[in-house]
T-cell receptor, first 114, second 112 residues
Framework: EAGVVQSPRYKIIEKKQPVAFWCNPI?????LYWYLQNLGQGPELLIR????????DSQLPKDRFSAERLKGVDSTLKIQPAELGDSAVYLC????????????FGPGTRLTVL | QKEVEQNSGPLSVPEGAIASLNCTYS??????FFWYRQYSGKSPELIMS????GDKEDGRFTAQLNKASQYVSLLIRDSQPSDSATYLC????????????FGKGTHLIIQP
């Protein structure tokens, strides 16, 4: 079974530029999460989707961050404009309704904002 | 504010010894508890989950939960150099598919 796929794996941009990250969850997983992990910290939840519905986006900085999961499968997380403090690893995770609390993480996208 | 606290370490343990990792959480209503292992530059990997007070064993790993003390621990027996990693404690407060609240992680070093 293929795991969670994320792209790109690495991204370097200038501040104020836009950036987008893509996630393809494990086949059949209805729940999708985006987490942010700063160096030396644990991941922090940004947004959770149940199918195509964002059921928890309370931690998503909505002034510059947006996310979508239009068909309830793939998801895109966007930052516009990026700031220096956005440099981090962005992790996508997915889960299945039969094991709702078990989350499988993708490899992450390491973002560097210069 | 839901918090999960861990000693960031590093925790250095000789090969073959028992490594003991500890975690406390603030939300008394928390239902599900997890230990993830994260190698440098890699994503978190689930190694143990525990839901009830007491011990849960899986191979060389034992998770311990004490809800009254709001305390979770992970024991690694017969530690191997390959166990060197950061161990993240994570909690789900509401149950089900809620997002995980992670601690900062404990950096474990197994000395050959």
């Amino acid at each position: 079974e293929a795991g969670v796929v994320q792209s790109p794996r690495y991204k370097i941009i200038e501040k104020k530029q836009p950036v987008a990250f893509w996630c393809n969850p494990i086949s059949g997983h209805n729940t999708l999460y985006w987490y942010l992990q700063n160096l030396g910290q644990g991941p922090e939840l940004l947004i959770r989707y149940e199918n195509e519905e964002a059921v928890d986006d309370s931690q998503l900085p909505k002034d510059r961050f947006s996310a979508e999961r239009l068909k309830g499968v793939d998801s895109t997380l966007k930052i516009q404009p990026a700031e220096l403090g956005d440099s981090a690893v962005y992790l996508c995770a997915s889960g299945h309704r039969d094991l709702p609390d078990t989350q499988y993480f993708g490899p992450g996208t390491r973002l560097t904002v210069l | 504010q839901k918090e999960v606290e861990q000693n960031s370490g590093p925790l250095s343990v000789p090969e073959g010894a028992i490594a003991s990792l500890n975690c406390t959480y603030s939300d008394r209503g928390s239902q599900s508890f997890f230990w993830y292992r994260q190698y440098s530059g890699k994503s978190p990997e689930l190694i143990m989950s525990i839901y009830s007070n007491g011990d849960k064993e899986d191979g060389r790993f034992t998770a311990q939960l004490n809800k009254a003390s709001q305390y979770v621990s992970l024991l690694i027996r017969d530690s191997q150099p390959s166990d060197s990693a950061t161990y993240l404690c994570a909690v789900i407060s509401g149950g089900g598919a809620d997002g995980l609240t992670f601690g900062k992680g404990t950096h474990l070093i197994i000395q050959p």
